[in-house]
């Protein structure tokens, strides 16, 4: 698919799938995948790649890391070394962060976060009468400083300067750690590597001097017994509160270094563009009539049940939110869920690349039992499922409240209607035990930054 016999074949199929990739993967799919067989083409990001059916989906999340792996992970843990010296040998994310210290994290200080986001917001559009504000702007201030407040903490995430560079950071590993693992030989990477990395590594000193000094005095409280196991203020103090007992654990390069690696490669640019997506929806769809036939009512349907919800709410939990009260907003969830469901990242997911020496043997049903060789992209197609109306209900449309049980009293979410439930039919994150980790994390953030807009403002 998307392929030409042509000069240059190769870079003009990637830059075809750069441009029109959402639109060749539904060709591919709608051909190919519907009828139970594979499709290849040449990916944005320059590689051979082979989307299989939907029907290959166990078979690939099955199988063992030494055949194949996630390009992300294969790229990172190869250059790391060049941008956070300070991880671990062949350790990229640091599991009890992701699975461990971000649940205890949200169940603490979720009220903590609502603050924050309050005051991010508030200081982006307060204005006496209506205000102009760049969506997609908002939505990286918003993602950014919520990240820093949970990472490490209040002070830093009032620190403008440091937020910045944060950002700056995150920019710079992103966009050229993917180019400098695709494009540059093997045998050039030791050379090109410091290059590519060194706005990355300048604007990691610049996060040491106030980052470092931290983590030092922390330390200190630990030793000093000031600082208890079970401290959730915030993921760096949850880190160094049960602290393990190897090295690597009590030093402070490699403690930053698991920070920054969360907030800068994984955490940012999947929770801003979810928000992105969200508040453009949150002002779309059908109009509330409103009272004066003079001023037309501005607030979308989405936005009056999800204020409705959110103010009951409150109410009922005294204004503060705790894990039981976030699971209370049921609409909100689902409108979220949506949102994911109708606008995915990617119009392929559950990337992996063929590792095993030799190549990998692809199913009999939909390959003819083809060896794919090492180095190929394998995927499934993401977008194309997520819009076909043999697996979801009028597809095509934005629907808010799919994932809502009306029937039950009060409103319960339906099974796997959940934001961070993963299934054959909802690719957003990924699938398997490589699912993205941080979707939980994301899920409830994104759930309080919705909440609080559409509690607090009007928009349209």
Not at 3 to 31: C, M
Not at 131 to 145: I, N, P, Y
Not at 362 to 391: E, F, N, R, Y
């Amino acid at each position: 698919i998307g392929w030409k016999n042509e000069w240059f074949s190769v870079i003009r199929a990637s830059f075809r799938d750069a441009k029109n990739g959402f639109e060749l993967a539904e060709e591919g799919y709608r051909k190919h995948n519907k009828n139970g067989l594979a499709f290849a083409c040449v990916s944005m990001y320059l590689q051979p790649t082979i989307t299989l059916p939907p029907s290959d989906m166990q078979w690939l999340v099955d199988q063992p890391d030494d055949h194949v792996a996630q390009p992300l992970v294969l790229s990172h843990i190869r250059l790391k070394k060049f941008y956070l010296p300070g991880l671990p040998q062949n350790e990229l994310f640091y599991t009890p962060f992701v699975g461990i210290d971000v649940k205890r994290f949200i169940n603490a200080q979720a009220t903590s976060v609502w603050r924050r986001i309050a005051a991010t917001v508030n200081e982006a559009c307060t204005s006496e009468s209506w205000k102009t504000v760049d969506v997609g702007e908002l939505s990286k201030s918003v993602a950014m400083r919520i990240i820093v407040r949970a990472f490490v903490g209040e002070e830093l995430s009032n620190d403008s300067s440091f937020v910045a560079d944060v950002r700056s950071f995150s920019s710079w590993f992103n966009g050229t750690i993917i180019p400098l693992f695709l494009l540059v030989p093997d045998f050039l990477k030791p050379i090109a590597g410091p290059v590519f990395a060194r706005p990355a590594r300048y604007y990691l000193g610049r996060l040491d001097s106030k980052l470092m000094p931290t983590i030092h005095g922390l330390l200190a409280a630990k030793e000093r017994g000031e600082l208890k196991e079970g401290d959730a203020g915030d993921l760096l103090r949850c880190h160094i509160a049960s602290a393990r007992h190897k090295p690597e654990d009590r030093d402070p390069r490699c403690i930053a270094s698991r920070l920054l690696i969360l907030m800068g490669a994984a955490a940012f640019d999947t929770f801003s563009t979810g928000l992105h997506h969200s508040l453009m929806d949150l002002a779309s769809g059908p109009t509330l009539p409103g009272d004066d036939t003079d001023t037309p009512s501005t607030m979308t349907e989405h936005q009056s049940v999800i204020r409705t919800e959110v103010e009951a709410t409150l109410q009922h939990n005294g204004g503060s939110w705790t894990p039981k009260s976030m699971r209370e907003l049921v609409f909100t969830e689902s409108f979220l869920r949506e949102v994911m469901r109708r606008r995915t990242f990617l119009a392929r997911q559950v990337y992996r690349v063929v590792v095993k020496d030799g190549g990998l043997e692809l199913p009999q049903h939909s390959c003819s039992s083809a060896i794919a060789p090492k180095g190929t992209w394998l995927a499934m197609s993401a977008a194309p499922v997520h819009l076909d109306d043999g697996v979801w209900e009028d597809a095509r449309e934005f629907k808010a409240w799919r994932f809502v049980d009306e029937s039950m009293m009060p409103p319960v979410l339906k099974q796997q209607g959940t934001m961070a439930t993963v299934t054959d039919a909802f690719l957003s994150f990924g699938k398997g035990r490589h699912a993205c980790p941080g979707r939980f994390f994301a899920g409830d953030m994104m759930k309080l930054a919705i909440a609080y807009i559409a509690l607090e403002y009007d928009i349209r």
